[in-house]
């Protein structure tokens, strides 16, 4: 019954891996994002997709490349994973693009680059 | 582009007292305030939201106020209990759905 769930909650892996988190949401909205929280807790906005088009691309190394198979679901794949991408990563969603709604975050994904 | 800037970084109180956080934004454009609170672990949720069409808005024991001219904001808390211990973020936005969060205030009330 999770509304926002991603997987894998945690990930361990080594600089140059290549690697993917998924997220669904049974939500039915129609707007997905990524967000990025570091070790400083700060929370910044990645990527956002309304009905599987790409709305917000942040600077965003291009390393990172969101997919979107359909408005439910929204994946982020990193290539040559460096020491600086570790941190928690959220998904989240919201009802409708452009009226500014209430974000319904997943869990997150706590990604640590060795 | 927009700048939020959220003050204090750590906050304690004393069980039953008052809390206040305040946030300022760059972007007189962004008409969307909403309030998120991170307890340890989990993930961000919002408590209250605010937009620019009215000046306070309140839900039993938090509130939150918007200046626009001056272009800040602010939480209150009345009557903290320790449960209200978390992270708690400010964010602005105008239409395009894209949250800009200040930097977190970590609240922790002493019972």
């Known amino acids: 019954d999770t509304a926002v769930s991603q997987t894998p909650k945690y990930l361990v892996t080594q600089m140059g891996n290549d690697k993917s988190i998924k997220c669904e949401q049974n939500?039915?909205?129609?707007?997905m994002y990524w967000y990025k929280q570091d070790s400083k807790k700060f929370l910044k906005i990645m990527f956002s997709?309304?009905?599987?088009?790409?709305?917000i691309n942040e600077t965003v190394p291009n390393r990172f490349s969101p997919k979107s198979p359909d408005k439910a679901h929204l994946n982020l794949h990193i290539n040559s994973l460096e020491l600086g991408d570790s941190a928690v990563y959220f998904c989240?969603?919201?009802?409708?693009?452009?009226?500014?709604?209430?974000?319904?975050f997943g869990s997150g994904t706590q990604l640590s680059v060795l | 582009g927009e700048n939020v800037e959220q003050h204090p970084s750590t906050l304690s109180v004393q069980e039953g007292d008052s809390a206040v956080i305040k946030c300022t934004y760059s972007?007189?454009?962004?008409?969307?305030f909403p309030w998120y609170k991170q307890e340890l672990g989990k993930r961000p949720q919002l408590i209250i939201d605010?937009?620019?069409?009215?000046g306070e808005k309140k839900d039993q024991r938090i509130a939150v106020t918007l200046n626009k001219t001056a272009k800040h904001f602010s939480l209150h808390i009345t009557e903290t209990q320790p449960e209200d211990s978390a992270v708690y973020f400010c964010?602005?936005?105008?239409?395009?759905?894209?949250?800009?969060f200040g930097t977190g205030t970590r609240l922790q009330v002493f019972p």
């Open positions: 972007d007189s454009a962004s008409n969307y």
């Open positions: 997709y309304n009905n599987k088009e790409l709305i």
């Open positions: 939500l039915g909205h129609d707007t």
């Open positions: 605010i937009r620019s069409n009215v």
């Open positions: 989240a969603s919201s009802p409708q693009g452009g009226r500014n709604e209430k974000l319904f």
């Open positions: 964010a602005a936005s105008w239409y395009t759905d894209k949250l800009i």
